[in-house]
């Protein structure tokens, strides 16, 4: 299956948008449309931070692992996701990168390791699906970012 790609342009520097996505217990507050019930193990941060989720797209639910693998401050957090008894398998990766007006490119690319036949038969769809909500993610995450960020600083 063809990776899922979304991003956005934030204002905040690489650094302040890095610390952010580093903290496991952050990705809770942009991407609870979606993922629920969130349950935390690991360090809060950084390489072994993880989190079990309850995923509903579509009409399913299922229980996704989510574990930090590398990261490459300020640059750069990969995923591994582990769900369907680990017939799904996938990375989500998210990079940072400055602009040269100031502020941050940041984008989340979602990519299939290993997919259950139901997945690839309706790869269009699971597609579809992911990058909407992925989307929404990306514009909840630019303002959960202006919340971190003036609260740092009050």
């Given at each position: 299956m063809r990776p899922v790609i979304v991003m956005i342009d934030v204002p905040q520097p690489p650094e302040q948008v890095y610390d952010f996505l580093d903290v496991m217990a952050h990705h809770e507050r942009f991407t609870n449309h979606y993922l629920t019930d969130w349950r935390y193990s690991g360090p809060g941060r950084g390489i072994g931070s993880c989190a079990t989720v309850t995923a509903a797209l579509g009409g399913t639910k299922a229980d996704v692992t989510i574990k930090v693998v590398e990261a490459d401050a300020p640059r750069r957090i990969m995923e591994r996701n582990v769900s369907a008894a680990g017939r799904r398998v996938a990375h989500g990766i998210y990079t940072v990168e400055p602009l040269q007006a100031g502020g941050s490119h940041v984008s989340f690319t979602y990519t299939w390791v290993l997919a259950p036949l139901a997945?690839?038969?309706?790869?269009?769809?699971v597609r579809a699906m992911m990058r909407r909500a992925n989307r929404t993610a990306m514009r909840r995450l630019a303002a959960?970012?202006?919340?971190?960020?003036?609260a740092a600083g009050s």
């Open positions: 997945d690839r038969l309706l790869a269009p769809v959960e970012l202006d919340n971190y960020v003036s």
